[in-house]
């Protein structure tokens, strides 16, 4: 482990301790800790008091600026996302996504003619499934294959600098 890591380990295991006593010595932060449903509740109530509990192991942070960056650029307000058409043909379509605590509205599904594959590169984020039981969490570098037709919705995206993804759609020859 490169020192940097390491120092960047120690100082997220130093803030989730500073969180985990202030909960265990406040009792109506103890109840909002346990209404959480999901690592996005968690990282956000923590940033309430302070704490940035967000980033995983590894990530580094985020670049500035750099046109051909994917990483790069400025998070969207919280609730949107900024979609950016990369490469175009008749057949398939790849774009960048980013979103920043972002959610599909309440009662709508995405239901696409094309098929989809996702690769998370910065973030993570939930989604829901028309056929599923249970939502499925995605983080930095999980991949996906949505079949076209099958009706999906975004749960939840990070907070700033939000979560990034790559998009290739495509119809089946």
């Given at each position: 482990m490169a020192e940097a890591q390491l120092q960047q380990f120690l100082e997220k295991?130093?803030?989730?301790?500073?969180?985990?006593?202030?909960?265990?010595?406040?009792?109506?932060?103890?109840?909002?800790?346990?209404?959480?449903?999901?690592?996005?509740?968690?990282?956000?109530?923590?940033?309430r008091f302070g704490f940035e509990i967000g980033r995983r192991w590894g990530e580094t942070e985020i670049p500035s600026a750099g046109a051909n960056n994917l990483l790069a650029g400025p998070c969207p307000a919280e609730g949107e996302e900024h979609t950016t058409v990369l490469l175009e043909t008749p057949t398939l379509r790849l774009e960048r996504i980013?979103?920043?605590?972002?959610?599909?509205?309440?009662?709508f599904w995405y239901n696409q003619p094309e098929e989809e594959w996702v690769l998370l590169l910065q973030g993570s984020a939930r989604l829901r499934f028309a056929d599923a039981a249970m939502d499925l969490e995605l983080n930095r570098g999980d991949v996906l294959s949505i079949p076209a037709g099958r009706r999906h919705r975004l749960e939840a995206t990070d907070g700033p600098p939000g979560t990034i993804w790559l998009a290739l759609f495509h119809r089946s020859p």
């Open positions: 295991v130093r803030q989730l301790n500073a969180f985990v006593a202030l909960a265990q010595a406040d009792p109506d932060l103890q109840r909002e800790l346990r209404d959480c449903a999901s690592h996005h509740d968690v990282v956000a109530l923590a940033r980013h979103s920043c605590r972002a959610s599909s509205p309440a009662s």
